[in-house]
């Protein structure tokens, strides 16, 4: 079975940092783009980050500068460090990625932010 299953979330005070990371199990032909998702309560999905095959990378207005999104083929997994963070960071973290061709999606981390 395919799938992918993230790690690292928590709960820290504002300023602080956590990293996330994502890795993709199962019989694994292809892994194309992959990237991070945030839910909130009463908000949309937001795309947080995504990155390509080969590294390109693409950030949300909302968390540019503070996090880093990076991937490493060979362990087939994704990885989001997050600096500076702030209480509106506080949401359900989802990792994506397209394996085998399709859509596939995390169970979600929950990431806490304390004032």
């Known amino acids: 079975q395919v799938q992918l299953v993230e790690s690292g979330g928590g709960l820290v005070q504002a300023g602080g940092s956590l990293r996330l990371s994502c890795a993709a199990s199962g019989t694994i032909l292809s892994i194309n783009a992959m990237g991070w998702y945030r839910r909130t309560p009463g908000k949309p999905r937001e795309l947080v980050a995504s990155?390509?095959?080969?590294?390109?990378?693409n950030y949300a207005d909302s968390v540019k500068g503070r996090f880093t999104i990076s991937r490493d083929n060979a362990k087939k997994t994704v990885y989001l460090q997050m600096n500076s963070l702030k209480p509106e960071d506080t949401a359900v973290y989802y990792c994506?990625?397209?394996?085998?061709?399709?859509?596939?999606w995390g169970q979600g981390t929950q990431v806490t932010v304390s004032s």
């Open positions: 990155i390509t095959r080969r590294g390109s990378a």
């Open positions: 994506n990625a397209d394996l085998n061709w399709r859509d596939t």
